[in-house]
């Protein structure tokens, strides 16, 4: 993946933001949105930033798991974010 330039970077963050505000993203696709924002691996991401193992960050990127609170946790501290309830958003 090429490196992204600062602006773009926080392009996509706040991109990301609104998506994650709006509802319109699935937890995978926000999650693999967010390690490619850091430009790592899955391997590299799981293991260094979110502490999981590779195979559940997989799992979770292709919708395919249910993780369990304490793994969203992690996925949503290395951002500085909490996992929390949002209200759906208004039509």
């Given amino acids: 993946m090429n490196r992204l330039t600062l602006a773009e970077q926080e ?4 991109a ?6 709006e509802g319109r ?10 390690r490619r924002l850091t430009g790592l691996s ?3 991401y ?3 930033v979110a502490k999981i193992y590779p195979r559940v960050l997989m799992e979770i990127e292709r919708g395919n798991a249910n993780p369990t609170l304490d793994t969203l946790e992690k996925l949503a501290k290395s951002w500085g974010w ?9 039509d």
């Fill in 16 to 21: 990301l933001r609104q998506s994650l505000r």
């Fill in 11 to 14: 392009s996509r963050r706040a």
């Fill in 25 to 34: 993203l699935e937890i995978g696709q926000a999650v693999r949105e967010m």
């Fill in 46 to 48: 799981a293991e260094k």
């Fill in 82 to 90: 909490k996992v929390g309830f949002l209200p759906p958003p208004e």
């Fill in 42 to 44: 899955q391997k590299d």
